[in-house]
């Protein structure tokens, strides 16, 4: 089985329980599916890719998340702050995974843009782990 469903349970719960992420976006707003009318500004899961990353020395998994923002405030600041705040909670940090171990955990990029309705801001952001079994 793989490890993707730990490491998105992990990174909600590290995500749910940052104190400067909450203060930006408020209460329940980190969404795997998103609620019909949710408020802005909130988190989403968006897209995981898993593939194998074994090798001689044993089992393991890359995992390629993104996670997007979504603000509706005027200008790109908004977003900007909650990209830096799910930076500091997820960078590097140390995740339970259960019957697996993280590895790593890296942001590999983040990207702020105006959509095209002009008045709506995303935020993405591309996350890289390696799992292996515990």
């Not at 992990?10 to 998103?34: E, K, Q, S, W």
């Not at 609620?35 to 802005?40: F, H």
């Amino acid at each position: 089985m793989s490890a993707s469903w730990a490491l998105q349970k992990a990174i909600y719960a590290a995500l749910t329980a940052d104190p400067a992420l909450t203060a930006l976006i408020g209460a329940a707003r980190v969404h795997d599916d998103v609620p019909r009318g949710a408020v802005r500004p909130y988190v989403n899961f968006a897209r995981l890719v898993t593939r194998d990353f074994g090798s001689s020395s044993g089992d393991g998994e890359e995992h390629l998340l993104q996670l997007h923002v979504w603000s509706d405030a005027k200008g790109h600041r908004q977003v900007h702050e909650v990209l830096d705040a799910v930076r500091s909670a997820l960078h590097e940090a140390v995740l339970p995974l259960g019957d697996w171990r993280l590895v790593n955990l890296r942001i590999e990029s983040t990207e702020a843009r105006r959509e095209s309705d002009g008045e709506t801001y995303q935020g993405i952001v591309r996350l890289r782990a390696v799992t292996e079994p515990a």
